[in-house]
């Protein structure tokens, strides 16, 4: 049986991949009908201890705050033709952020 974490982690991947499904097929119709590849980015954010000490924080305030977050990129790749008859790859990757914001788009063709 799943744990809670892993449950969670699940309907955050689901969220993401709804967002970045909607946000792709609205901008690049030719990829609509692709299945993305995945891929989790984990990213621990902590202040400088410097910086904490001249503002004369307590430590102890700032745990919470000193966690890790994470984000998908997912991957979309197909292929279009051009002008001259040729095909050439269309690769659209969109990355979302924990929040289920995109926080980064590329397109490449």
């Known amino acids: 049986m799943s744990s809670r974490a892993d449950r969670r982690v699940d309907a955050d991947l ?4 709804q967002v970045a499904k909607g ?3 609205a ?9 993305p590849e995945v891929t989790r ?14 503002l004369g924080i307590d430590q102890g305030e700032l745990r919470s705050h000193d966690q890790a ?4 990129t997912f991957t979309f790749a197909s292929q279009c033709g051009v002008a001259d008859g040729a095909v050439a790859p269309l690769v659209a990757a969109v990355t979302v952020d924990d929040q ?3 926080v980064k788009t590329i397109l490449s063709k």
């Open 69 to 72: 977050a994470s984000a998908y």
């Open 14 to 17: 689901r969220d993401a991949l």
């Open 27 to 35: 901008r690049w119709p030719a990829l609509a009908q692709v299945e």
């Open 23 to 25: 946000f792709v097929s």
């Open 100 to 102: 289920q914001r995109i």
């Open 41 to 54: 980015i984990s990213t621990k954010h902590s202040l400088n201890p410097d910086l904490i000490v001249r």
